[in-house]
């Protein structure tokens, strides 16, 4: 059985919670290696990854990585990244991360809001 898009990303979800970062981004790595095209949600387990491992910069990195993949951050993608921003005491990056998506239209709910919130609390 060959892997598709579906597998990567449950593998990469999987490695993030299980607080394996290099591991999940080695299988990102892999996907394109193996000319499986990463989506949406590839970039969301992989900022979530980043989010949950306290990587703030990879997480913006993966961001930068989308728009060059001409896919659009949605607003679990920039949420995820204002939470890792958080995590790191950057409210700086989060507050720039939150101007990027009302920039790009994307409306930011709750949960990015609550994300911001508690970035500039630290």
């Not at 990469?12 to 790595?29: C, D, H, P, T, Y």
């Not at 590839?42 to 997480?59: F, L, P």
């Not at 950057?90 to 508690?118: C, H, Y």
């Amino acid at each position: 059985v060959e892997p598709n898009v579906i597998t990567y990303n449950a593998v990469i979800s999987a490695l993030g919670r299980g607080k394996e970062l290099q591991r999940a981004l080695g299988v990102l790595n892999v996907m394109l290696q193996d000319k499986v095209v990463p989506n949406i949600r590839t970039y969301g387990a992989a900022i979530s990854a980043c989010e949950d491992n306290d990587n703030w910069q990879q997480a913006l990195h993966l961001l930068e990585t989308m728009r060059d993949c001409d896919l659009a951050p949605n607003a679990i993608t920039y949420s995820a990244a204002i939470s890792a921003c958080e995590k790191g005491g950057e409210w700086e990056q989060a507050l720039g991360v939150l101007k990027a998506m009302r920039d790009d239209g994307v409306a930011p709910d709750v949960i990015t809001f609550n994300a911001a919130i508690s970035a500039c609390e630290k």
